[in-house]
């Protein structure tokens, strides 16, 4: 996950004014902008273009993207309103195999003569370096659907939501805190809408509509005589929703443990309040004694354990060596999956890759190389069972079809494998966080993300939270701090003996999974249920400088 | 286009400027040309060019303010963009912190763009990765890498007068070589204005020295060591430091810098007395921007000076409330350092670990600036002056703040890319002591 690059778009981070030559994802627009999406007939009428201009100079395959992103910021401080931007990137980018390599061209520039100049490019290019391939490019094949569209099963257009209104619940969040006793609050809320239009010399026409959202916020508050401070960040989760997900509903509440958790729609103004009041208990919490404990994670922090040492691991071209010079390798080499043995977790721990489920960010009806989303185990009873692919690398799996998980973050690069949800299943039928909790002697619950971080064969990992209670002798026996486990990733989901059911089932995620170079970024959910990890490493992260 | 000359720039933003009917408008271009290769497992893998331009007009009433964007530069089309720029600016709620426009100012001559960077062809990206390819067959080796050029331009001009320019050029490079058994690992990254100045063979080797010696790696403890941090080391954790040197966050009691009472630590001695940390945009070796992205020019600044703060840097919202100078945050930052070469800073060590690279840099404590991340792609135990063996890579819990108040010596500087953020720097190899690994990593 790419954490500055969040900082800098939405202008919260303590150092996000420097070195402002790093741009933002797309331009700025106006407001009130219609968003209405381009004609489907004009859009398959220059992608013929396209598709015709690049055989014509020798393509033996060509796929194009038409793409219009837009996104939304409303970003807030107290009782200020410090930036409204909308930004809109389009153009087309063209990607083509000639003499057995890949050759990619874009531009915004989407006149006739200017879309077969790019195509020429991008033959051009996969032709210049057929001279460095060991291998031609084999995909799998790939059936054409024909004119298809695919829309986010959304309920209510975030776009169209009136600016005052979602300034309204900003401020009101902010003026929540404050009364609460906070010295500082920041929140924002960020959308976006790709609206992409996919063809390929296969026969596909392919036009989706994807929207997602995500309400974010932190509290700080500082302590006048030592000058310490602490802060709270918000419960919620970016999701695969319009704006129907900030209008709470009471069956979406998980109440009766340390804060209420939110499963589906977030009440944002309720979280803000609990929030602020913990800041002021994380102030006054107990310093961890550095040790082996037994953990309890809420989904709200274990979604980004999953995504770092099962999501990325388990990502065929890591795997292979394709990201080596940048995220890096995986130690699920192929041996181990090969062997059918190889004990990634304890037999409870069953992970699910998923591109089609609702209210997810990875969920789309087909993905940027035409291949129709689906669902497949990964790890099944605690063994590694399949990874994650694309069409130029299913062969090596000895798949005869794509997984679907290609994807371009904008119009201007080059699709290529990204991860799909994630997700940890549910536990039996009848373990709720409750009944966990009460059977371990010495632990500590985590609720909430932080600091991460992990190697690049996804090996060591450390991991912070929001709150932290220690458990004692199966009861929550007050606040913690200063509080970071730190765990090899086969040794802790072989630790894992217990998961909560269903009805704690919920999706935690990120807007800024990184990958690739040029980089890219992508939008990737994770569900769990609670879960518990047996004599884990916590460190003490305190420190005087 | 993509890239206009000054005077077509100019040309085009009077234009713009002669539409509007607000107090003030103000108006940035820009426009680029680039293209990349990517290899992996000894081969061409992806690769690509885009070109795009990109007009940003902002429109202010009194302290309403509109933005709006577009492409298209034919009449009717920038008349719509002002037109819509001015409705926004009427529908958007007053900002407290609005600033009005800066008036003309004037700027140092940029020595960002170098024509031979621009000239870069497919054929030549293509050509460079079959000569690191061939090095890494030669060595029995597996390469990654990828390398990446653009050439541009970037342009601003308000109704106050104000109007600035610049070109510049880059090129980046950077290579992972990996033994076939995947046991050792090693990596270069290079980065100019100048494709002149690019050794991709050097690196290439470079990487390939690291690969074979830091295969078969032995495990030692976790916990405080002598560390000599190569500067493709050094620079993701100081790089935390620089994002983190924001005035407003200091005087608001919530950064590292920031004292009981709303009191700063600027103007004290916070590490040890050999640090000195400044930015010149005309600095030969590593020229920047000579004006920010709101038209303030980039100026030649000290950040540190002997371990003291002597800078911190402004929003002009900010610096107007505090009274001060407005001086925006750099575009690169150089590192002042001696004439010890890395290898003269490991004769010098009795016992230590060199480390090639640091990677997955995360705050763990904004008060301190505490981070962890982990050693990556060449990791070597030192005893008695001289490289032993190889050691396998650990994760570090540790502070810059910390880390240069433990500081041994200063080697030579060189130019250097941060693996996490991208940024460019002039960096020495440093010794430190009392470094803190916590736990040992697996990975290669």
Redesign the interface.
């Known amino acids: 996950m790419k ?2 690059e969040f900082l800098n778009l939405a202008g919260l ?10 741009p933002i994802i797309g ?6 902008t219609q968003w209405s999406p381009a004609d489907t007939a004009k859009k398959k009428q220059m992608a013929d273009i396209a598709l015709n201009a690049a055989k014509s100079k020798g393509a033996t395959y060509t796929d194009v993207r038409i793409g219009r992103y837009l996104n939304q910021y409303v970003v807030t401080r107290e009782d ?3 930036n ?2 909308n930004t ?1 990137s389009y ?1 087309m980018g063209i990607r083509v195999i000639a003499n057995g ?8 520039k989407l006149d006739t003569d200017n879309i077969a100049k790019t195509a020429q ?2 033959v ?2 996969a032709k ?2 057929s ?5 031609p490019v084999r995909l799998a094949p790939q059936k054409g659907y024909g004119e298809v569209s695919w829309k986010s099963p959304i309920e209510k257009n975030a776009f169209d939501v009136p ?1 005052k209104e979602k ?1 309204d619940l900003l401020l009101g969040v902010n003026d929540a805190a404050m009364k609460g006793g906070a ?2 609050v920041n929140s924002i809320l960020f959308l976006v809408n790709e609206q992409k239009y996919f063809a390929s010399t296969d026969g596909s026409y392919i036009d989706q509509d994807i929207h997602r959202i995500w309400p974010t916020f932190t509290i ?1 508050k ?1 302590d ?6 602490e802060t709270r960040n918000s419960l919620s989760a970016p999701v695969g929703m319009g704006y129907e997900y900030l209008m709470p509903r009471a069956q979406d509440k998980i109440q009766g443990g340390v804060t209420t958790l939110y499963k589906g729609r977030y009440d944002m103004l309720e979280d803000v309040k609990a929030g602020t009041a913990q800041v002021t208990q994380k102030q006054k919490a107990k310093s961890v004694e550095a040790g082996k404990y037994d953990l309890v994670l809420d989904p709200t922090n274990l979604w980004l354990t999953i995504h770092e040492s099962v999501g990325h691991p388990s990502e065929l071209d890591r795997v ?7 995220a ?2 995986s ?1 699920l080499t192929l041996d181990k999956w090969e062997s059918k043995k190889f004990k990634f977790g304890s037999e409870q721990v069953n992970i699910v890759a998923d591109k089609t489920q609702k209210g997810s960010l990875g969920a789309v009806g087909y993905d940027d190389e035409g291949v129709s989303t689906k669902q497949w185990n990964i790890i099944d009873k605690g063994i590694l069972v399949n990874y994650q692919t694309i069409r130029d690398q299913a062969h090596i799996l000895g798949l005869n079809e794509s997984q679907g998980c290609c994807y371009a973050d904008n119009w ?3 699709q ?1 494998q990204r991860m799909p949800n994630i997700s940890l299943k549910p536990g039996k039928a009848g373990t709720s966080p409750a009944d966990i909790i009460k059977n371990v002697e010495k632990g500590i619950y985590i609720v909430g993300d932080s ?10 990992f ?1 991991f ?1 939270g929001q709150l932290f209670y220690e458990i004692k002798n199966g009861k929550i026996a007050g606040m913690l701090k ?1 509080v ?1 486990y ?1 765990s ?1 990733t086969q040794e802790f989901w072989n630790s894992c003996t217990a998961i909560a059911d269903e009805r704690d089932y919920r999706l935690g995620g990120s807007f800024f999974d990184g990958k690739g ?2 980089g890219q970024v992508s939008a990737v959910s994770h569900g769990s249920s609670t879960a518990r990890f047996n004599g884990v ?1 916590v ?1 003490n ?5 | 286009m993509p890239i206009l000359t000054k005077d077509e720039a100019q040309a085009l933003m009077k234009k713009v400027i002669a539409l509007s009917k607000a107090d003030e408008i103000e108006v940035n271009l820009t426009g680029s040309d680039g ?20 007009l ?1 007009i902002q429109s202010s009433f009194g302290k309403k303010m ?4 577009i ?1 298209e530069f034919d009449d009717s089309s920038l008349e719509k963009a002002v037109r ?2 001015e ?2 600016a009427r ?3 007053d ?3 609005f600033v009005p426009n800066l008036g003309p100012q004037t700027y140092l001559e940029s020595k960002t763009f170098v024509p031979e960077t621009a000239a870069i062809t ?2 030549l990206r ?1 050509d460079a ?2 000569q690191s ?1 061939q090095i890494a067959k030669e060595n029995n080796l ?1 390469a ?3 390398m ?1 050029n653009s050439a541009g331009f970037s342009s601003m001009m308000n109704s106050s007068g104000l109007f600035a320019y610049n070109t510049s050029t880059n090129v980046n490079f ?3 070589l ?1 033994t076939a058994d ?1 046991k050792g ?1 090693g ?1 270069a990254s290079k980065g100019f204005n100048d494709i002149t100045k690019l050794d991709v063979a050097a690196a290439t080797k470079f990487a390939a020295q690291k690969a074979s010696g830091s295969a078969n790696a032995k495990a030692i403890e976790p916990g405080k060591y002598t560390v000599i941090l190569e500067p493709s080391a050094a620079i993701v954790l100081l790089e935390s430091m ?5 005035a407003r ?1 200091a005087d ?5 810098l ?4 709303g009191k700063t630590k600027l103007g004290e001695k ?1 590490v040890d007395e050999r640090v000195t940390i400044y930015s010149d945009p005309q600095h030969p070796d590593l020229p920047t ?1 000579t004006w ?3 038209g303030r020019p980039q100026e030649k600044i000290a950040w540190i000076e002997k371990g003291v703060m002597k800078n911190l ?1 402004y ?1 002009r919202y900010w610096a107007q409330q505090k009274k001060v100078k407005a001086v ?4 690169a930052v150089i590192m002042e350092g001696g004439t010890a070469s890395l290898e003269d800073l490991i004769k010098g060590t009795e016992k230590g670990i060199l480390v090639t690279r640091l ?12 981070y ?3 050693t ?1 792609d060449g990791t070597f135990y030192i005893e008695n002056g001289q490289i032993k063996f190889p050691i396998k ?1 650990f ?1 570090f ?1 540790e ?1 810059p ?2 880390m240069l108040n433990n500081l041994e010596a200063l080697g030579k500087p060189e130019r250097t890319v941060s693996g ?4 460019h720097a002039l960096i020495p190899p440093m010794k430190i002591r009392d470094f803190t690994f ?7």
């Open positions: 954490r500055r981070g303590i150092g996000g004014a420097m070195f402002t030559n790093i331009h700025a627009v106006p407001l009130e200020k309103v410090q409204i931007v809109e153009g390599s890949w050759g990619f061209a874009a531009t915004d490019q991008a051009d290019i210049e370096n001279r460095l391939l060991t291998e600016i300034v010295n500082y700080t500082i006048a005589t030592t000058g310490k401070f292979l060596g394709y990201e080596a010079n940048y890096g390798t130690f201007s690069d080059v290529f600091s991460y971080s992990i190697d690049q064969q996804r090996y060591n450390q912070s200063d970071a730190q090899n170079q040029p490493n460190i992260t305190a420190r005087k400088i | 293209g990349n290769i990517r290899y992996a497992r000894n081969a061409v893998s992806t690769s690509g060019g885009v070109s795009q331009n990109n940003v509109g933005t709006t964007t492409n819509r720029s409705e926004v529908l958007a709620p900002n407290p912190e497919p054929k293509a990765v079959a390819l597996v990654a890498g990828f990446e950077n290579v992972t990996r995947s690992s990596y620089f994002f983190a040197m924001d966050s608001e009691g919530r950064s590292f920031s004292k009981p009472g916070m921007s920010n992205g709101d840097y929003s925006p945050s750099p575009d990677w997955y840099i995360r705050n763990v404590d904004p008060q301190t600036l505490l962890t991340g982990l990556r890579n994760r819990n502070s703040i910390i996490e953020s991208g940024i916590t736990s040992l990593s697996d990975a290669v």
